[in-house]
């Protein structure tokens, strides 16, 4: 049967240093190791580049980044069903993401997961190419349709 939900509207920020390496959280929900980018949803009648930087000061505490790319399509991931039924009331199948490529201009100590409710128990800068590795599996084809998207992006730095 098919799931009739919608998706959930959702940006999702890939937050490059100087280096080129990309800012990713660890869950504070989750026990172990799940890193992700930052992401959330997108307000009522809210653009989904001020939703980007908002969602970046909220998770994170930057508020000095620029965007630099952003993905041509929205990319779509269901959640398991386990936690389909569960996460925002069951109303969503899982996120339709507008994706955002953000250099930050600051450094590390302007990185501040406390200024709202923590998100993120820890985080840390990790090469694109570990990103898929370490996401939980369920967003990992997400996260490679990220990289696709924003493949030329690497050689600037």
């Known amino acids: 049967m098919t799931d009739m ?3 959930r509207p959702c940006v999702g920020i890939m937050l490059l240093n100087q ?6 959280g660890n869950r504070i929900d989750t026990l172990g190791d799940h890193w992700q980018m930052p992401q959330g949803g997108i307000d009522a009648d809210e653009d989904p580049r ?4 908002r969602e970046l ?24 069903p386990e936690l389909s039924t569960t996460i925002w009331g069951g109303r969503y199948r899982g996120q339709e993401q507008r994706w955002f490529a953000m250099q930050f201009l600051g450094d590390d100590s302007d990185i501040r997961l406390d200024l709202h409710e923590p998100e993120f128990t820890a985080w840390r800068w990790m090469p694109m190419r570990n990103l898929v590795e370490n996401i ?7 996260y490679e349709e990220v990289l696709a998207a924003f493949s030329g992006i690497s050689s600037e730095f």
């Open 5 to 7: 939900r919608p998706y």
């Open 136 to 142: 939980v599996p369920f967003k990992r084809a997400t």
């Open 50 to 53: 001020d939703a980007a930087f």
């Open 19 to 24: 280096a080129g390496l990309v800012f990713v």
């Open 57 to 80: 000061y909220e998770e994170t505490g930057v508020d000095n980044a620029i965007i630099i790319m952003e993905a041509s399509q929205p990319i779509r991931y269901d959640l398991p």
